[in-house]
């Protein structure tokens, strides 16, 4: 069954501080890998966008990485912000003929205090 | 560039009753999605459209849920009647591609907040 579960489930960091959220995931056959932020009441929002080949990459404060051979990925938060409090969701694509089925993980729940 | 529209924002019903949300998705995006996202999951899809035409609607419950994308653009999803377990966010997203396209990304509405008592 393809599945993508994330750790861990809830965060709280004081502002300033770095912090790294960690996805697993099942899914077959891979075709990419995104982390999404999701504010509260809003819809998730594209961070990064990773493929089979790729292990880092960036986006301002951001940086995923991924692992296709142990099937992990991380979402490294670097001099957090107030502002990055939000769900972090690891959304890997299931590569299928007709668009990618994203499967997604439960999300980090991520807290930043001042 | 406009976003992904939905309306209404929230909703609260009784059980049994019927529900219908809207989705205007981004101009010239094929492929339209609907979402359940229940509190504390990441969300799960219930069906896909590529332009008018259903992609994947496996995890649809289809003896209470129904889904229509008229000319290929707009979209309605219904509830009929709604459960206690339907409480969820209803996302509707849209994107460019949908023919295997790697990265193809999906650009995700607000949400409609349903609250079935």
């Known amino acids: 069954k393809n599945q993508v579960e994330q750790s861990p489930q809830s965060l709280i960091i004081l502002e300033g501080k770095n912090c790294t959220l960690q996805c697993n995931y099942t899914v077959s056959p891979f075709s990419n890998l995104r982390w999404y932020k999701q504010d509260t009441g809003r819809g998730p929002v594209s961070l990064t966008i990773?493929?089979?080949?790729?292990n880092t990459k960036s986006n301002g404060r951001y940086t995923a990485t991924l692992d296709a051979d142990t099937k992990q990925s991380s979402l490294h938060i670097t001099a957090s912000q107030l502002s990055d409090s939000a769900s972090y969701i690891c959304v890997v694509s299931e590569g299928r003929e007709y668009g990618n089925k994203l499967v997604f993980g439960a999300g980090t729940i991520l807290r930043v205090k001042s | 560039e406009a976003g992904v529209a939905q309306s209404p924002r929230y909703k609260i019903i009784e059980k049994r009753q019927s529900v219908a949300f809207w989705c205007n998705p981004i101009s010239g995006h094929a492929t339209l999605y609907w979402y359940q996202q229940i509190l504390g999951q990441g969300p799960k899809l219930l069906i896909q459209f590529q332009n008018n035409g259903v992609v994947d609607d496996s995890q649809l419950p289809k003896d209470r849920f129904s889904a229509e994308r008229l000319k290929g653009v707009d979209s309605t999803l219904k509830i009929q009647p709604a459960k206690l377990e339907d409480s969820a966010v209803y996302l509707c997203?849209?994107?460019?591609?949908?023919?295997?396209?790697?990265?193809?990304?999906?650009?995700f509405g607000p949400g409609t907040r349903l609250t079935v008592l």
């Open positions: 997203a849209s994107s460019s591609g949908g023919s295997g396209i790697v990265g193809d990304t999906q650009y």
């Open positions: 990773m493929t089979f080949s790729e």
